[in-house]
């Protein structure tokens, strides 16, 4: 972890589940495979925090000085544990393959430690209670650390840390730049000191966090809840969700909800539409087909896109975003279709119509809508802001149908 | 960075950079906005390191506590900065805006301290030189951070690391699994002393990473390329790239070599091949369309296969990704036709073919290829390496025909 290369999930994995449980993460020390410095990193630790977690370097090699460290600053024995032991033979065995001499290590014990059995890998774990605190070993594979966490750590933790507990709230909203959206809810949550309030901005989606640390989960509950309809309130139909959902799970669960079909037709997105429709399970409910034209000739004969108007307004119009969605939906026979063409650069671009210049239209029974968009940022950005801007007017799509259906109620 | 939210990409730009110039990161320490917490951090770095890089807190909140720290540590008088003041004001007045008196302590510096002037937001960075150390304050937005130490920082530390720096290699690897590289490159890399090597798996790819600290340059490039010659030989056509490229720039590299377009059917991975494919600028000159086929009748309708070549076969069968292989190609008039079809599941999988079941063509002028794969993981990761597999296919075919025009000549 002191190298360029692997980012940090465990440490937010771990935040989240100790902050659930009452737990909150006063610092976090990343140090070498160096048995002196992981020494005096959880000596400094355990004089600060009454829970030290420690990941990784539990393996059988050499680097892997954890166990070793810790034994040390607690003063205490590593005895062979022949549980362990037998477990690692076992694990090897039903893999085909002799234990090397080296795995041994993963066996030893310091005295009065509890083990905690591995089931997705060779290092145990281990919980550890001293007078200074208690000391946590954990292994470092993500998947190990999980499923070690979730079966023998979190509820012995629970015990730990009374009734206080964190209660979190989520929305996410797309469509409103961060700066608007702030002006809008900074009054709202600058006025609840109870509670921390975090803005998190990627491109086409902002997340607001809600978070308040309680003994009482109906106070807290009750405030979260107040926050989060006071926020909705005033932001309106820029929220997507209060249940941390991907813009693509909420489109999903409309066009299930309503029955409907989609297709379609993406030019400068080159697939990207199509990919997060159907990186939903069960997609097939919903998604008929998908047509990625980049050259004219494509989103002629493809999606019947006339040759004629491609030349008259340009490939990248609204007048093209409307015939590619509208051709989409008859070729497909889906209920809604869906396009969009533009210049996601970074070349391409004109005075008239620079680099982010994206045209989108939807085209369903009741007839056609078309939204025009200057996206800033990179090729990357430009297509990420594109295609959330596309689902997002399929759910607004959705949205409106459902004002009709209850302004004729 | 205490709360599970945000990924820490900071320290690994920095530890990149710092590596580049010749330091080695001995440790990272993350704590709160917390003056006294920072400052006993910043104590305890000092007396462990040569240079010590605060990150973030430079704000004008009340939150933004990290100038005051290092005052305090320091023992140095925090003095209002005119130069500083002025720019800040100007820099609102470019955007219509008054400054607040908050934003006033940002123009705070520490008696003696170097001022870096931040081009992308308002907080300026702090270069100051003590007798115990370095001590660099720098701006929380990665984009002003990186700006910041391109523009002020870097050439600064390469005047202080004498000669020494890391040299690095990396090779990317595809279609071997973890355990069979391992066991080809473990008795090369362990032979170099000199030489740390990590291996890194992700879905569908491995990355080895070489890395010698040197003081001269020409002795490292030697014993690193000479690791790379090695590893390459082992590994063979495994080795998509030696220069970090992602595999689906080394395909639009040979795709364009070879004057060649290229069309996509695909079912299961359901747009992402065509997404990677158009990922990259200037993909219009060989990304000819894509077609997303999730329904039999779509796939029957738009590329061609046969409906009763589907009732015989089953839609996920080698003869139906051949068959959209060859029908995208004819439809497109595009040199390469690549065909894909497979179970993501979760649901869908049968005994005879399970979840992770994908049957992926090529057809091109001189024929067609197939592959079938039963791939591990969830969803995504089965999509991910399914793409993964596909793109490497096209790139296996024009190695093929290189081999081939070498072996005639």
């Known amino acids: 972890m002191l190298t360029p290369f692997r980012v940090d999930t465990n440490s937010l994995y771990l935040t989240d589940e100790l902050n659930r449980v009452g737990i909150e993460v006063a610092r976090k020390v990343i140090v070498g495979d160096d048995r002196a ?8 630790a355990l004089e600060r925090a009454e829970v030290v977690i420690a990941v990784g370097g539990l393996g059988p090699t050499e680097d892997d000085v954890t166990r070793e460290a810790v034994a040390e600053l607690l003063e205490r024995k590593l005895q062979l544990n022949e549980a362990i032991l ?8 039903r893999f085909g393959r002799q234990m090397a001499e080296v795995n041994k290590r993963q066996a030893m014990v310091p005295e009065g430690a509890t083990p905690l059995e591995n089931k997705r890998g060779t290092a145990p774990g281990l919980w550890m209670e001293t007078d ?21 750590v979190r509820s012995r933790l629970e015990k730990l840390s009374g009734g206080l ?9 797309t469509g409103l730049p961060e700066s608007d959206l702030d002006q809008r809810i900074a009054p709202i949550y600058t006025g609840y000191s109870d509670a921390q309030t975090t803005v998190l901005a990627a491109p086409g989606e902002i997340q607001i966090h809600l978070r308040a640390w309680s003994r009482e989960a109906s ?6 809840d107040e926050m989060v309809e006071r926020i909705r309130f005033a932001l309106g139909e820029t929220v997507f969700t209060t249940r941390g959902e991907e813009l693509e799970e909420v489109v999903a669960k409309l066009l299930n909800e309503n029955g409907a079909t989609i297709a379609v037709a ?14 939903i399970p069960g997609s097939s409910s919903y998604f008929l087909g998908g047509v990625v034209c980049y050259s004219n000739e ?24 409307l015939a590619l969605a509208e051709g989409i939906r008859r070729r497909s026979g889906a209920s809604l279709g869906l396009g969009i ?16 210049t994206v045209h989108m239209a939807l085209a369903g029974s009741a007839g056609m809508k078309e939204r025009s968009f200057h996206f800033p940022g990179d090729r990357e950005r430009i297509r990420q802001q594109a295609s959330q801007a596309a689902l997002d007017m399929v759910r607004r799509y959705f949205l409106a149908k459902q004002r009709e259906a209850g302004g004729k109620n």
């Open 37 to 44: 410095a992981l020494r005096e990193a959880m000596r400094e």
């Open 266 to 279: 993406e030019s400068c997105t080159g697939g990207l539409v199509a990919q997060r429709l159907t990186s």
């Open 219 to 224: 106070a807290a509950n009750r405030l979260l």
């Open 132 to 152: 200074g605190g208690i000391v946590i070993l954990l292994p470092g594979p993500p998947h190990e650390l999980k499923a070690m966490f979730e079966a023998q």
């Open 86 to 93: 037998r477990g690692l033979q076992e694990r090897f065995r």
């Open 298 to 321: 494509v989103k002629a004969a493809w999606v019947d896109v006339p040759e004629e108007l491609i030349q008259e307004k340009g490939a990248v119009s609204s007048e093209v975003a």
């Open 165 to 173: 507990r964190l209660h979190a709230r989520e929305l996410r909203v």
């Open 341 to 356: 063409t533009g210049i996601a650069g970074p070349g391409g671009g004109t005075r008239e119509k620079p680099v982010g």
